[in-house]
């Protein structure tokens, strides 16, 4: 993967990040409109530049580490259309990633690799994003383990429940 691509995907999982954490602070949220809550996932919508871009986001429901302290933790599935992007799956881990590590993701019997990049991860390719959306559409659960700077192993578990209809709700909001 490029440096160029990498720092493309860091700048758009930072914009996801950003419009959700200003979704909890209502000063800052103009534009962004909450689609709903569907089960443990919620979905929005926003304005990029002038173009529609809708993510959907969670958080884990349980969370393993020997860490003393740790920001914020998210899933997020990102279309941006006018760009031609759609189901980009990033996780954001709440601390800077371990140099030249992975996140392995595992939904199910699947697994995968994910490149890390300061506090996100992102899958490879557009044809493990599409894989990742399909394995989180039809699981029930998902975890994923990172390794921070400091060597700290972490597991996040994620619910999947409400994963379908809150994608659904992104797809028909950004025309898909």
């Not at 926003?46 to 393993?64: H, I, L, R």
């Not at 044809?127 to 699981?139: R, W």
Request: charged share 20%; net charge positive; proline share 2%.
């Amino acid at each position: 993967m490029t440096l160029l691509l990498r720092f493309s995907l860091l700048s758009a999982a930072a914009a996801v990040v950003s419009v959700f954490l200003a979704w909890s602070h209502p000063a800052a949220s103009q534009g962004i409109q909450r689609l709903g809550d569907f089960g443990d996932w919620s979905a929005y919508q926003f304005t990029e530049n002038g173009n529609v871009a809708c993510y959907m986001a969670s958080t884990p429901t349980a969370a393993k580490g020997d860490y003393t302290k740790r920001g914020e933790v998210f899933s997020i599935v990102t279309h941006r259309p006018s760009e031609s992007r759609r189901d980009e799956v990033s996780f954001i881990a709440g601390y800077t990633h371990k140099k030249d590590s992975w996140v392995q993701v595992a939904i199910g019997d699947e697994a995968f690799k994910l490149f890390t990049q300061s506090d996100g991860a992102w899958a490879p390719d557009k044809e493990a994003d599409a894989a990742l959306v399909a394995a989180m559409i039809k699981g029930s659960g998902m975890m994923v383990k990172g390794t921070s700077t400091r060597g700290t192993e972490t597991t996040d578990t994620y619910s999947l429940k409400g994963f379908t209809k809150a994608y659904k709700a992104i797809n028909k909001a950004c025309g898909l």
